[in-house]
């Protein structure tokens, strides 16, 4: 089945530091969508990309869709202290008619003030 | 707007007691649903999926199980709760990208 790595695992870094993830797979995707998991909490939808080498922004949180459809990353500058969580990639292949979403395992962010 | 909503928040159960956790979707009709579990806050394991009423579809076989009897309502249960069922367990709806529940958290005694 298909499946994503998403890296690096965990990141401890200081506020005011840019942090960037990736997640790669080994097929094709049509949609790669970013969350965001408070703790305690179910994840949010940061960032949703539907174009191979689409570049997108939201607020300090910039995306891109990789260009061969099988990687993707997400970029946090300048960060602060209600960025804590664990960050998931997701892709889906819509043409598998159930909208079924793949997930990477997640990267645990922390940022010391 | 669509809302998803998911109870109970918290739940203590003992080894060998039933379960159902409830999910209901506002403001949409016909979504497909979805029920993850979340080991010690990593990552998501798709446990069931449903694109209708009474369609169930299993991920993982396990111990738990899924209805849909309405077209909003989602319902996981289990029989006979085991120690390892213990998790975060989500609720999730979409057209194409899912939006999460807030979430139960399970723990079994």
């Known amino acids: 089945g298909q499946q994503l790595n998403q890296s690096p695992q965990s990141m401890f870094i200081q506020e005011g530091e840019d942090v960037s993830m990736n997640c790669t797979s080994s097929?094709?995707?049509?949609?790669w969508l970013w969350y965001k998991q408070d703790p305690g909490e179910g994840p949010v939808l940061l960032i949703a990309?539907?174009?191979?080498?689409e570049l997108t922004s939201n607020g300090r949180l910039t995306a891109q869709f990789g260009i061969t459809r099988k990687d993707s990353f997400l970029n946090i500058s300048a960060s602060i202290p209600s960025d804590v969580g664990i960050y998931f990639c997701?892709?889906?292949?819509?043409?598998?008619?159930?909208?079924?979403?793949?997930f990477g395992k997640g990267t645990k962010l922390s940022v010391i003030p | 707007s669509q809302t998803i909503h998911q109870w109970p928040a918290t739940l203590v159960q003992p080894v060998g007691s039933p379960l159902s956790l409830e999910c209901t979707v506002e403001?949409?009709?016909?979504?497909?649903l979805y029920w993850y579990r979340q080991a010690a806050g990593r990552g998501l394991q798709l446990l069931f999926y449903s694109v209708g009423i009474g369609q169930i579809s299993s991920e993982v076989p396990q111990n738990l199980s899924a209805s849909r009897p309405q077209d909003r309502q989602f319902i996981l249960s289990s029989k006979k709760l085991l120690l390892s069922d213990s998790g975060f367990y989500l609720c999730?709806?979409?057209?194409?990208?899912?939006?999460f529940g807030s979430g139960t958290r399970l723990t079994v005694v």
């Open positions: 990309l539907y174009k191979a080498g």
């Open positions: 403001g949409t009709s016909n979504p497909n």
């Open positions: 097929s094709i995707f049509n949609t």
């Open positions: 999730a709806w979409s057209p194409v990208f899912h939006t």
């Open positions: 997701a892709g889906s292949d819509a043409g598998a008619g159930s909208y079924q979403l793949t």
